[in-house]
Nanobody, 120 residues
């Protein structure tokens, strides 16, 4: 089995910063794409940023220049540095990973989610 555990959410004022982290553990052979999604109340879960195994990144337009995604393949972790936060960034943030297990099967895995609230 594979587990993704997120940390780093919380309450921050507009203009502030937060750093989210996600650690994958379990019967992992290789992790391909990793990413962060978010879901605001009453809305669908949308991609925020993703990063390929060799560092290729992709961001939704609304966070470009404010958020930075990074990963450590040796530690099976992915992080999201969020700067200049806006109230519109308020959501539950989910970590996602495309994992090939030691059994060679490959599946998408999700973390449990971490709340980010941007409010004064």
């Amino acid at each position: 089995q594979v587990q993704l555990v997120e940390s780093g959410g919380g309450l921050v004022q507009p203009g502030g910063s937060l750093r989210l982290s996600c650690a994958a553990s379990g019967s992992i052979f290789r992790i391909y794409d990793m990413g962060w999604y978010r879901q605001a109340p009453g809305k669908q879960r949308d991609l925020v940023a993703s990063i390929g195994r060799y560092g290729t990144t992709n961001y939704v337009n609304s966070v470009k220049g404010r958020f930075t995604i990074s990963r450590d393949n040796a530690k099976n972790t992915v992080s999201l540095q969020m700067n200049s936060l806006e109230p519109e960034d308020t959501a539950v943030y989910y970590c996602n990973a495309d994992v090939q297990r030691i059994t060679m099967t490959r599946s998408d895995y999700w973390g449990q989610g971490t709340q980010v609230t941007v409010s004064s």
